[in-house]
């Protein structure tokens, strides 16, 4: 970097930077060199979400992720793989929960008006997505590895739509869902990946 140079940039607005958005309650911004050219190991997603709303299982394969919370509530899980079990850790203003680098995780709002930083000690926030894994592996692939019918597994993944980034989708009908409200906000309880949010044709950030 040529910090003489009149191109260097050392300040830059986020808010002029939107990953993805879902609505005007939940949607991402992003900072990364691409935005700021000085930066060199930090890159950061400004997330803001409604209560219920879930930042998709996703892991960054080359990066740790710091989630701080400024408001609202949010649950962040991570699955811990050497315990072989989902971790959730409930965040509320002024905490932070720490996801070390290519591990599987999601964050949940549990309040509306949440929003979360996630800093990277990269310079993009590099991202693999869960939606992205399970739409775009082969279907044969997936039923051979697994013995599922290939049928079946077409129909079950069939309403997810690469990239997803925040579910559930605006029109989903939580009472034709078989998971309560209240046991979907319970942190103890895992129940896969019930919701998926049909976004529009966004790019995933890689």
Same mark, same amino acid.
């Given at each position: 970097?040529? !910090? ?141 590895? !697994? ?49 998926? !949010? ?6 995933? !950030?890689?």
């Amino acid at each position: 970097m040529d !910090y003489a140079s009149p191109s260097t940039q050392f300040t830059f607005d986020v808010t002029k930077s939107t990953l993805v958005k879902k609505d005007n309650l939940n949607y991402i911004n992003v900072l990364g060199i691409s935005q700021l050219n000085t930066l060199e190991n930090t890159s950061l997603l400004d997330i803001f979400l409604s209560a219920n709303n879930i930042i998709e299982p996703h892991y960054h394969q080359k990066a740790a992720e710091l989630v701080y919370c400024i408001s609202g509530a949010a649950t962040v899980s991570i699955l811990n793989p050497y315990t072989k079990l989902i971790q959730n850790y409930p965040i509320t203003p002024g905490q932070v929960a720490n996801v070390p680098q290519g591990w599987w995780h999601y964050e949940v709002a549990t309040m509306d008006q949440t929003h979360l930083l996630a800093i990277f000690n990269a310079p993009t926030p590099e991202v693999i997505l869960g939606s992205d894994i399970l739409k775009l592996t082969p279907a044969d692939i997936m039923a051979h590895t !697994y013995s599922i019918d290939e049928n079946q597994w077409n129909k079950t993944v069939s309403p997810v739509q690469p990239s997803t980034f925040i579910g559930p989708p605006v029109t989903y009908n939580r009472n034709g869902n078989n998971h309560s409200h209240q046991s979907w906000h319970d942190p103890n309880q895992w129940y896969g990946i019930p919701y998926y !949010y049909q976004n529009p044709s966004v790019l995933p !950030y890689y």
